[in-house]
């Protein structure tokens, strides 16, 4: 994979696929740049080696495609300098435009999602884009795992290379599967089964200890029969598999649990398999806290991703608090975290500084870290998109690297 040092970008139109999929207020504002300012080395870079650099992304919303224009006036602010919107990101008139863009200066095209061909991967869709650039830059780590014509596409017609976050990206979860400080702890919560089972799965093959959540502990005990007549909980093959004599795993010992429907002032504390048929589990329980904060105590290197409860609930926030507390607390450990709820769990108790390393990616990291190809990465690797591995990127970042920025809250891919 060619590094962004051996490339020649003066006065070379530089298409860069970034992820601006950021959260928006009420008014339509960006609320949280973290994606944003984690890509601005890059984008400096290119700019002062004389590219035109042409920015693309998607932005997703609870109603679907959103433009990019409130992001092009937030990157304008960060970078201190004027950042031409473009109104498609595709056609005759895109082109036009962007040849009337100086070296130097910065573009950011409309939402790639408003193109179906964009999701679909669609060969034609790919070959439009890739008219726009006379090479392509990916710094989009957190879009890797999707076969989009942007992120496996593109890459494929111009000369291509990888971008400084997505090495970072790349080389710090490396430090997690690839000869990591012992003893590795790893810390998996959130919801979605479907995700993190193969998360577990690979990645017990690897840690020392494996710490589950609240929500992903009890649909595994359910699987087991741990916990009876649980038909809210979707079977997952993956899960099923998850060997429960390990003594790797840890499973919550206790819970808070409440009503289904989470009412205000009824909540108790009692052992996953004493959840009755009206109940639900939303937080693991004190002394699971505890538990966790022993082993989490003698960690040299940590891995975290996916709250422990429903953290953003007072009621149910207190084992998500713990967990990040005695992470924070072990200075002598090299601590990585990632996913959209988890940076937001990490902000909301003011740990950001606590880490070494926080990922913008949700589901391209643990599609990483459970040993599956990125699509994007295959790309940029020339690989065919079926080939098992994932290339590793050997690309000097600047001294000092990226992750001494400041780190702000993530959000999840959509």
């Known amino acids: 994979m060619r590094t962004l040092s051996e490339g020649d970008f003066k006065n070379k139109k530089t298409l860069v696929r970034v992820d601006f999929n950021v959260a928006l207020g009420p008014k339509g504002e960006v609320v949280d740049d973290f994606r944003i300012v984690k890509t601005l080395p890059t984008i400096k870079f290119l700019a002062e080696s004389g590219a035109i650099v ?7 919303t609870e109603d679907g495609p959103a433009s990019l224009r409130p992001v092009s006036r937030r990157l304008a ?37 408003f193109h179906e061909g964009e999701k679909r991967n669609d060969a034609e869709f790919a070959a439009e884009l890739a008219k726009n650039g006379d090479c392509y830059v990916n710094e989009a780590f957190s879009c890797c795992h999707r076969a989009h014509a942007s992120i496996a596409g593109v890459p494929r017609l111009l000369p291509s290379y990888g971008g400084m976050l997505l090495a ?17 702890v790893a810390i998996i919560g959130g919801v979605k089964m479907d995700t ?11 840690a020392d200890h494996v710490l589950i959540g609240s929500k992903i502990g009890a649909e595994i005990l359910a699987h087991k029969q741990q916990i009876a007549g649980r038909e809210i909980f979707k079977f997952d093959s993956q899960a099923a598999e998850i060997d429960l004599t390990s003594p790797k795993i840890h499973l919550p010992i206790d819970a808070v649990m409440a009503l289904k429907d989470a009412s205000e002032g009824y909540s108790r504390i009692a052992g996953p398999g004493m959840m009755r048929g009206e109940e639900n589990i939303y937080d693991i329980g004190p002394e699971t806290a505890k538990f966790f904060a ?10 975290f991703n996916g709250p422990m409860g429903w953290f953003e609930r007072q009621e149910f926030s207190g084992g998500t608090r713990a967990v990040i507390e005695a992470i924070s607390r072990t200075h002598g450990a090299w601590r ?4 959209g709820q988890t940076l937001e769990a990490i902000a909301k108790f003011k740990a950001e500084e606590n880490f070494n390393f ?15 190809v990125l699509p994007g990465i295959a790309a940029l690797e020339n690989l065919p998109s079926g080939k098992n591995e994932t290339p590793v990127i050997p690309m000097p970042l600047p001294a000092g690297g990226l992750s001494g920025d400041k780190k702000k809250n993530g959000r999840n891919e959509n």
């Open 54 to 60: 042409v920015l693309m992304s998607h932005l997703e």
């Open 168 to 184: 970072e990206e790349i080389g710090s979860l490396r430090k997690i599967v690839k000869n990591p400080a012992r003893p590795l």
């Open 294 to 303: 022993e082993i989490i105590k003698d960690a040299k290197t940590i891995f």
């Open 358 to 372: 926080l990922s913008t990616g949700g589901g391209a990291m643990l599609e990483y870290l459970a040993g599956n």
């Open 336 to 339: 990585a975290a990632g996913g």
């Open 196 to 206: 993190k089972a193969k998360v577990i799965g690979a990645i017990a093959a690897i």
């Open 77 to 113: 602010e960060l970078l201190g300098r004027p950042v031409k919107f473009l109104s498609d990101c595709v056609g005759e008139k895109t082109r036009e435009e962007i040849s009337g863009v100086g070296a130097g200066e910065i573009i950011l095209l409309e939402n790639l999602r």
